[in-house]
């Protein structure tokens, strides 16, 4: 039975390891706006512009 | 379906959805009513921006009344204060976009880098109606990024609150999560753990109920002392000041919750309270979550300062700057452009001034002054640009002296609400319980049932159903509320609103439509002078005259010649050959037996007077309706800004003469409810304009009706949108019935307390019972007040 020591033990840092992870989705701003990234997502796919460079990926800052 | 498309672009803009003027404005075969939707079109498509029109129709705002001048973000002051962050390469900046509506305006405002490539990004928050923006600041100036924003119609709003206040975050609101995320986490746990201890545990296990007993122990302390540490304080606080509220027999509950489940695991003599104690603190925290609800989009504290601009057109040396408005001194000379408010009272050195004071003073028609003139701040300018010398310091003005009035500072009571008033008794009884528990077992010389009993009793009268049911019912209730486009600051006005018993009444753009006057014609016209009228009458940009050729609503047929115009007193002008005068009496040289009623515009055609159109405001839809079901078993009352020309129409509506009041300054208005207010009378106040703004504030629940709730109210409780006036008897029907729903809830739960204390007074509470009977109660209690409240809301029609 001594197992369970281990077992319940592994449990609760994976329970803390979830709640760690909320604490840094709360504190990184995740879910101050939950309607925008909703809208967001169902634009088209940009065709870059010949004239223009892609620079779509420094959104991401 | 693209026919019809079809035709719905042939009479609209492309951009704005704006009706078509005769002569519409073309490019790339699409119509555009003026020049401006015309001009954001050409730069959109210039710039690869097209899409912007694919994802919605007519996404754009009309362009026809745009001339800012953004010259003082080139003070370093200034914009020092408006951003967020700045180095050496990137500044970062938030702005407020009231235009931002659709879909399509996120799209564009995240492509501006296809602009101007030296905005690195830009983020939308929709519902906050935010941007945030990183720009280089090497190649973009900030004045230049908000001129690109205003270009494509999305001009931001930047009033001098936020140069003086900063808008506060939700930093709040994220901890309040981060603890209720503890608190759960913790609870999930505890519950686990201590199952196997009631179901109850083999010879063979026994070894396993110290080691959960100390975990139990380790999960309490961070809900005790993060999750819970609120409900300490607020009753510390609240007990220093004499006042006994539910925090107070819940940090109570809470503490003897857990010294006793300490005492229990270290001496090995029981299993403790601990999941009784983290399902408490858990559902106390989503509580009062639900009680936090915010609108973003709103603001219910605006005062002066967001109605102000930023900075002022300073003349210095024959010279121009702009400056930041709190450096304004007296002696100054100011230059105000057509449309810029006045933002301190000041004489008139030049120039034509008409004053738009509707927002100050309530009074719909325009002000004439002359030079020399004393102009006070608050109006706003409609002729073209005026020179002014400041004689009071902003902070002393008129308009702002109404909000450093005293009335406003810590006369105003907080509301009682129910909760507050019965936590007392709850209180003082629970502990009389507790007490007299103890006391007899003392007598009967058992001294540890009377320590069990004692804690027992706080522990199950734990009044965590109690506190549960008035955030729940009123958070329910604010939901509803919004849903019919009226909302309230916070969860206490709905109780107040049950309370109220006087109405009061502001009349231009609260009770009258501001977007629908209409005109009566006293006299003989025909159709084709009608039509002369209206092609006079489209040169003047005169409120009056705007009204009128909105009114009339025909194309323009003929060209005037030899217009001109008397600044506020009449046009003249020769229509296909026929000589057309229009104006006020005095400007016609006409002699008029008696003043009209509403303002009036004269007309004489080649010398032949015809007669006069009058403007008359209409009310707007429901108000009969809603005025025959307050007056009731409510007093109703009526405070104008305006003079009395409207008394004889609003007599059926207000029976008691003596209750209307006309021309009332905005200190009349203030002074008038506070009378109401010492005879004893729960007032209600309903106004729109800043001239209404000491009176919502002096009132018990100030509403401010407004028809678009983006656009500048004053501080308020609550802020209805004009569509849903009529609603406001459900409104007031719909808050006294979630009063009687929280009485209703009260009694649920003192039963269970009831039940609870029947086995606490005895001294054999088991952690069982406890664990049981705590989520139990709470759940009923959820249950019950969102059904109620639904259930009333829909016999009000409301849902």
Redesign the interface.
């Known amino acids: 039975m001594n197992i369970l020591y281990l077992l319940i033990g592994i449990s609760i840092l994976l329970a803390l390891i979830s709640l760690a992870a909320f604490f840094w989705a709360s504190k990184s701003g995740q879910n101050d706006d939950t309607y925008t990234p909703a809208i967001r997502m169902l634009f088209d796919d940009e065709f870059p512009d010949p004239r223009e460079e892609i620079k779509s990926d420094e959104d991401h800052t | 379906m693209i026919k019809e498309k079809n035709i719905a672009q042939e009479t609209q803009c492309y951009h704005c959805g704006d009706d078509l003027p005769n002569t519409p404005y073309l490019l790339d075969n699409r119509s555009f009513c003026c020049l401006g939707c015309k001009g954001v079109y050409q730069l959109l498509s210039n710039h690869?921006l097209g899409?912007y029109y694919a994802?919605n129709d007519v996404p754009g705002q009309t362009q026809k009344n745009n001339s800012s001048h953004f010259e003082y973000l080139d003070e370093a002051a200034i914009a020092a204060n408006l951003v967020d962050y700045t180095d050496e390469k990137v500044s970062v900046i938030t702005l407020y976009i009231p235009a931002i509506h659709c879909?399509s305006c996120?799209?564009l405002l995240?492509h501006l880098?296809?602009i101007n490539?030296a905005v690195?990004?830009s983020?939308?928050?929709?519902?906050?109606k935010q941007v945030v923006i990183?720009f280089k600041n090497q190649e973009l100036s900030l004045r230049k990024l908000i001129e690109i924003l205003a270009s494509i119609g999305y001009e931001p709003l930047i009033s001098l609150q936020d140069v003086v206040k900063k808008q506060q975050s939700?930093h709040s609101e994220?901890h309040l999560?981060?603890k209720i995320?503890?608190a759960g986490?913790c609870f999930?746990?505890v519950m686990l753990l201590s199952f196997p201890d009631y179901f109850g545990l083999s010879a063979?296990?026994q070894e396993?109920k110290t080691?959960f007993g100390w975990?139990n122990l380790a999960f309490a302390i961070p809900v005790v002392f993060y999750s819970g540490r609120d409900y300490f304080t607020s009753a510390w606080t609240n007990l220093k000041n004499g006042i006994l509220n539910l925090d107070f027999p819940l940090a109570l509950g809470i503490t003897v919750m857990f010294i006793r489940s300490v005492v229990e695991i270290i001496g090995n003599t029981g299993a403790g309270f601990v999941d009784t104690l983290c399902g408490l603190v858990f559902f106390l925290l989503i509580g009062k979550w639900m009680q936090q609800h915010t609108y973003h989009h709103l603001s219910f504290e605006r005062d002066y300062r967001s109605y102000f601009p930023v900075a002022v057109t300073l003349i210095e040396n024959e010279k121009e700057r702009p400056l930041p408005l709190n450096e304004l001194k007296v002696g100054n000379r100011i230059l105000i452009r057509s449309n810029e408010i006045i933002p301190a009272d000041a004489i008139l050195l030049k120039g034509e001034a008409e004053m738009d004071y509707s927002f100050v003073t309530g009074e719909s028609i325009p002000v004439q002054k002359v030079l020399g003139e004393v102009v006070y701040a608050g109006g706003r300018q409609l002729k073209g640009a005026i020179e002014l010398e400041v004689v009071k310091p902003v902070s002393q003005s008129y308009l702002t002296q109404l909000w450093n009035n005293e009335a406003f500072f810590g006369d105003k009571t907080m509301i009682r609400t129910f909760a507050d008033r019965a936590s007392k008794y709850f209180s003082i009884v629970l502990l009389s319980i507790a007490i007299g528990a103890a006391a007899y077992w003392m007598l009967h010389g058992d001294s540890t049932k009377a320590v069990a009993s004692f804690t027992a009793v706080l522990i199950i009268a734990c009044p965590c159903a109690l506190a549960l049911s008035s955030p729940f019912t009123l958070s329910a209730v604010l939901s509803i509320f919004d849903k019919n486009k009226f909302y309230l600051k916070n969860t206490a006005v709905v109780e107040e609103l049950a309370r109220i018993n006087t109405f009061v009444f502001d009349k231009t753009g609260t009770i009258t439509n501001p977007e629908n006057t209409g005109f009566t014609f006293e006299g003989d016209i025909t159709e084709e002078e009608k039509q002369w009228v209206n092609d006079l009458a489209r040169n003047s940009g005169h409120p009056l005259s705007r009204e009128l050729v909105k009114w009339l609503n025909r194309p323009s047929k003929y060209t005037a010649v030899k217009y001109m115009e008397k600044v506020g007193r009449g046009i003249t002008g020769s229509i296909n050959g026929n000589e057309l005068k229009l104006g006020s009496a005095s400007f016609l040289g006409l002699k008029m037996k008696s003043p009209q009623q509403g303002a009036v515009v004269h007309i004489i055609i080649n010398n032949r007077y015809l007669g006069f159109f009058c403007s008359k405001q209409q009310w707007r839809s429901g108000f009969k309706d809603l005025i025959f079901k307050l007056g009731k078993d409510a007093d109703l009352h009526l405070l104008s800004g305006d003079q009395d020309q409207d008394k004889q129409t609003l007599i059926p509506f207000f029976p008691r003469a003596q209750q209307m009041h006309f021309a009332q300054s905005p200190q009349n208005k203030l002074d008038y409810i506070r009378n109401l207010q010492y005879s004893g009378r729960k007032v209600l106040m309903f106004g729109d304009g800043l001239n209404d703004a000491g009176a919502l504030k002096q009132s018990d629940l100030g509403i401010a009706v407004t028809d678009n709730i983006n656009n500048f109210s004053p501080g308020c409780d609550a802020i209805l949108d004009g569509a849903s006036f009529q609603k406001i008897p459900m409104f007031i029907k719909q808050a006294k019935d979630a009063v009687k729903v929280i009485h209703i809830s009260f009694a649920i739960s003192l039963t269970y307390n009831a039940i609870g204390l029947y086995f606490a007074v005895q001294g054999m509470l088991s952690p069982l019972i406890a664990a049981v009977l705590m989520p139990v109660s709470t759940i009923t209690i959820i249950l019950f007040t969102s059904i109620a409240v639904r259930l009333y809301a829909k016999k009000n029609q409301l849902l």
Do not use: C
């Open positions: 690869n899409n994802y879909s996120i799209w995240e880098h296809q490539p690195m990004q983020r939308i928050d929709f519902l906050k990183t939700d994220g999560i981060r995320a503890v986490f999930g746990n063979l296990e396993f080691f975990l």
